[in-house]
């Protein structure tokens, strides 16, 4: 049996899920965004450890998982935010700590370094979240995910430093369901789409404008040593310029540290949390 239980709530007419657990004080997880992301493929392995210090909600966010699949064209990530924003706020979540991966983490960092940050951050877990994102080898190979079981080896090679995960054949095809469903891979390819008329530079490769500096909330960063999706050292940076942050580096670990080192991963959590 799972360790959480299944919602949908209408948040402004957008049926969205979540994942619940635990009660106390409210810890919030934003999952990652790679092709079939979702809140149970990013936090299967964290969400029963910290449901017993915590109650924990892990959304999908908009177009993502059994959340609708939705795209905005003309706000891109801009609308995935104020959606987030919502459903917290439809949750009645005034105030809560907050567990980002990747792409969550990236826009946890971007929310809580604004001047009025929109979500209710009392703490916050960057889990390779953050920093400049090269294009690169193993993002083009990400990028390129086309729907077979070939392509979702090749994507979770790209994430994770084991190789289990992309030769454990059930992983796999548990992930490749997931991007199956209707309008998963859609909303997902959407973000990647550029005008030829606007000009509008690419999603990765371009500088990382997000003002570390301007964070208030304290912070702990975990990153892995092998990440393939960052450059090395980004972490480090990360850690001087967001003021009294603690940082973890993970060795023989990716992209994805609450996958791939769970069991560091929830206790070095709990720990920050619970100071």
Not at 170 to 187: D, K, S
């Amino acid at each position: 049996m799972p360790a959480w239980d299944s919602h949908f709530i209408d948040v402004g007419g957008i049926r969205t899920h979540y994942l619940a657990a635990g009660h106390g004080p409210t810890l919030v997880l934003l999952h990652s965004g790679e092709f079939g992301g979702c809140a149970e493929l990013s936090w299967e392995h964290n969400i029963g450890a910290f449901a017993e210090h915590f109650r924990v909600i892990a959304p999908d966010w908009v177009g993502f998982g059994k959340t609708d699949k939705l795209y905005d064209f003309a706000q891109g990530h801009r609308r995935l935010l104020s959606h987030m924003a919502d459903f917290l706020a439809a949750m009645r979540i005034d105030e809560a700590d907050f567990i980002g991966n990747s792409m969550g983490g990236t826009f946890l960092a971007r929310v809580a370094a604004s001047a009025k940050p929109m979500f209710p951050i009392r703490r916050m877990v960057l889990a390779s979240g953050g920093g400049f994102a090269p294009d690169n080898a193993a993002r083009r190979a990400l990028l390129d995910y086309d729907c077979t079981a070939d392509a979702m080896r090749v994507l979770l090679r790209s994430v994770f430093h084991d190789p289990r995960f992309a030769a454990d054949e059930a992983y796999v095809q548990r992930r490749l369901a997931m991007t199956l469903e209707p309008g998963v891979w859609e909303c997902t390819a959407a973000a990647r789409f550029r005008s030829p008329a606007m000009g509008v530079p690419a999603q990765f490769g371009k500088a990382d404008d997000i003002p570390y500096e301007q964070i208030a909330a304290p912070t702990l960063i975990v990153a892995g040593a092998n990440d393939q999706l960052r450059l090395p050292g980004y972490a480090q940076e990360l850690h001087q310029r967001i003021a009294g942050s603690r940082l973890l580096v993970l060795d023989g670990c990716g992209h994805c540290p609450n996958i791939e080192k769970a069991a560091q991963f929830n206790a070095a959590v709990i720990d920050f949390l619970a100071r």
